[in-house]
């Protein structure tokens, strides 16, 4: 069974940066695909970016963002070791959430990417709040 597991989540303060992890584990999994979502307190849990190896483990994977973390997110990853970051800059009160890691082993076209409901495995979430 494959499973999922966010790490890296606490307090920021705002302007500062942050950085979260996500590694897959406990069976034979190669993700197609990995990314990550985010619920905000009295929100709708949303998509944030996500990485894309079309071209198999070898091949560079290609990045998607949601508009509000465009410029400030970084995501990265390696396809071979089924892991993917998040690099977090220039954070605001607006991006405390619980973020959530997903992995689909299927090739998902870009226009399937934000979707929540295309991955098949999801992490329990880490929380990522900015303040004072």
């Known amino acids: 069974q494959v499973q999922l597991e966010e790490s890296g989540g606490g307090l920021v303060q705002p302007g500062g940066s942050n950085r979260l992890s996500c590694a897959a584990s406990?069976?034979?999994?190669?993700?197609?695909?990995m990314g990550w979502f985010r619920q905000g307190p009295g929100k709708e849990r949303e998509f944030v970016a996500a990485?894309?190896?079309?071209?198999?483990?070898?091949?560079?994977?290609?990045?998607y963002y949601a508009d509000p973390v465009k410029g400030r997110f970084t995501i990265s990853g390696d396809s071979a070791k089924n892991v993917v970051f998040l690099q977090m800059d220039s954070l605001n009160p607006e991006d405390t959430a619980i973020y959530y890691c997903a992995a689909d082993p299927g090739l998902l076209a870009s226009h399937e990417v934000s979707r929540q409901y295309e991955y098949k495995y999801w992490g329990q979430g880490t929380q990522v709040t900015v303040s004072s």
């Open positions: 990485i894309r190896w079309s071209g198999g483990a070898g091949s560079g994977g290609r990045t």
């Open positions: 406990g069976g034979i999994f190669r993700a197609s695909v």
